[in-house]
Each structure stands twice: as C-alpha cells, then as structure tokens.
C-alpha cells in the first residue's frame, strides 16, 4: 500500500463534465470547484519505470470517438508517420460496432458471415459496410474499487488483472485506476506489464466508492488518449455507488456519447451489505448490458481468475460490424442500436453490442494525431 499523496494524479470528472454537456448528452452538472490548470509533466521514454500521466486538470473538447471508424486501411486504423507520431484516421459517418455472439450455451460462435447478421438503428434496417472478424489489439482501462471494504480482495484481484492482461492481445495498451471517492490514475496507458503490475499495486483501500465518476473519467481518458479503435473498460468492485456527483445514467450517457467503450463488470457482491447488493447488481448489469460487455458476478474470490480469463477470450474473438445510418446526418441526438444474427449451423444465437449512441451531426472527417503507446510520448 502507499500515501495517497505519492499518486501521480487524479482523473477529473470536471472535464468530463463540460464535455458532456457540449455534446448535449447531460443537463446540468454538479457544482464542483475547478482544480488550477498545471503544466503537463515530461513523460519518460523508459516504460520499465513508473510514468508521469498528462495533467487532467486542463479542460480539453472530445475527440470524436474512435468506435465510428472504418477497420479498413485508409479509415479507422492508426498509422505511425516519420515522425514517430500515430494518425487516427476517422470517417465519422460509419458507426462501428464490436458484437459478441454466442450459442445457447454461452458458447462463442465464431465462424459466421456478414450475411449472417441484420442491424438495425431506431428499428430501421441498415446496410452492413464493413466486416471483419479477426483478434485485433485494444485500448483499455482497468478500474479496480479502492474502498476500504476491498482491502482484503486486492491480491486476488490485482493477480486476476495481470491474467486478463497477459492472456489480452500482445499488443493491447492499459491503464489503471484506483477508485475510491476519487478516481487515481495510477498508471497511464501503456503496452508495458512491469508498469501496469505496478499501477495495480498503488492502492490504500479506505473510504467510499465513487464508481460512476471513475467510469465517466475513464471514458474521457480513452477518448483523449487511446490509439486503438476498439476500446473496454473492465471494473472491479465489492459494492454500489455512494460517493459520486454523477448518476448512473450520466456515466451511460458519457460512455455512449463517446461512441464506446464496451464496459465489462466484476461485482464481487457474495460478501456486501444486504442494502446495497441489489442495487450494486442493477448497476454493473446496466453498465455492461447498454455497451456490449457482460456482467460477472463471483460467489467467491477464487473464481475472479477464471472470470478475467473468459474476458479476454470474449474480447479477443469479436467480429467487427459497420454500417452508415440512413438517417440524414443533421438529426443529433441518441440513436438506438440492435443486432441479430442468423445461421443454418447454430440455434438461437445471442447477440451482444452497445444498444446506441449519440450521433454529432456537421462532422466529416477526423484527424487526430496521438503519441505511441510504446514509448508514451
């Protein structure tokens, strides 16, 4: 454990905030007081030590989300200029979706076509533009509650982390937060292991548990920071929100105007107060159900292991789903989402995605220019 005052930063929900009313997406905020603006730190080139995250305490407008790129080679993917930096392009007409499909079982179905899926958006059907099917890298968060209630769990929990890491694409990126009443950025996003095992291991478990401000935050740093399209946060938690200034469907609302990521829960509830579990399973199931993830909820700590294993294997084995709304691209606003999938070979496949997002209209196209994850420059 260390003082929380050696932790290189806290993620700001404030910007998050402003963010999303300029998308619309949230009425009217909470009254905070703004942190003074600092310099953004130099980061290290070395990621066998610690690094220095960029200072959040400077308001910064969304980018447009990743999740509406095209997987193909000239839209949606990250190419790396002479220069050292990744240029994201982005055609922000197409939505693109990540679907898991399974079988009856809970089996993952992995050999379907493009033919075999129908989507539609505000039940409207629309043509399929793009497919693919293939394991591809990610950018993720890790957010692990740091309550005091937690400070028995983090071991095995810290062990089951660094499992869904190691078993994740070679080539995903992470970061990790600690969340309590506040939400730390313990360790930015990176490909390194040693550092990520390091980030996990910066936790004081005391206090209360602000979970949809952590989600919020989270989804603004992928937003501003990760250089893959396709994105998850997967939390970690004993119990249910009582610490936030957001409210679930605020922390919702930024997940989706955001385009992604795809949530992924792991309630540890078996142990929780009686008062709270019900509330605490509603929210973690409405979190992964409204972006595509799925919900765990562990009678015991031993199966935390085996859960963070079969997330990986879900991420890893998704199929990639485009489509451009025939909806004129001037009507803003939320825009709902479903998928069904059909075949011949198997019966009464379920379809997982996110079940809508908010639609920016007046938006053509996107550059964005982002540091290498490797080095974190």
Do not use: C, W
């Amino acid at each position: 454990m260390i003082d929380r005052n050696l932790v290189l930063r806290s993620l700001s929900i404030v910007p998050a905030l402003q963010a999303a009313l300029a998308l619309g997406i949230l009425s009217a905020p909470p009254v905070f007081s703004q942190a003074p603006a600092a310099p953004a730190p130099t980061q290290p080139d070395n990621l066998q030590h610690p690094q220095t995250s960029p200072n959040l305490t400077v308001d910064r407008d969304p980018v447009s989300s990743p999740d509406a790129a095209n997987p193909t080679a000239s839209s949606g993917q990250v190419q790396r200029g002479k220069d050292g930096a990744f240029t994201l392009h982005v055609d922000v007409n197409e939505v693109l979706l990540d679907i898991t499909v399974v079988d009856e079982k809970g089996h993952p179905v992995v050999d379907l076509k493009r033919s075999d899926f129908r989507i539609f958006e505000d039940n409207v059907p629309q043509e399929t533009s793009s497919f693919t099917h293939q394991d591809q890298p990610v950018s993720m968060g890790i957010l692990i509650d740091n309550s005091g209630s937690m400070l028995d769990k983090r071991s095995a929990v810290n062990a089951a982390a660094m499992q869904l890491i190691t078993e994740s694409n070679p080539k995903d990126a992470a970061f990790v937060v600690n969340f309590n009443e506040h939400a730390y950025l313990d360790q930015g996003l990176t490909v390194d292991r040693v550092a990520l095992n390091r980030g996990l291991s910066h936790f004081d478990s005391r206090g209360t548990t602000a979970l949809y401000d952590a989600v919020a935050a989270s989804a603004d740093e992928l937003a501003h920071h990760a250089t893959e399209r396709k994105q998850l946060l997967l939390i970690i938690t004993d119990g249910a929100d009582n610490a936030s200034h957001l409210t679930l469907r605020d922390a919702i609302r930024r997940v989706q105007g955001l385009g992604g990521p795809v949530v992924y829960t792991i309630g540890l509830l078996y142990d929780a107060d009686r008062n709270e579990v019900q509330k605490a399973h509603d929210d973690l199931e409405s979190l992964s159900s409204e972006t595509g993830g799925l919900a765990y909820f562990p009678r015991s700590i031993d199966q935390v292991s085996e859960i963070a294993s079969e997330v990986a294997r879900d991420v890893r084995n998704q199929y990639s789903l485009g489509f451009r709304s025939t909806k004129p691209a001037t009507f803003a606003g939320y825009r709902s989402i479903r998928v069904e999938a059909y075949s011949k070979n198997h019966k009464n496949l379920i379809v997982r995605t996110r079940r809508g997002y908010y639609a920016q209209p007046g938006k053509q196209k996107l550059t964005q220019t982002a540091g290498d994850p490797s080095t974190n420059k």
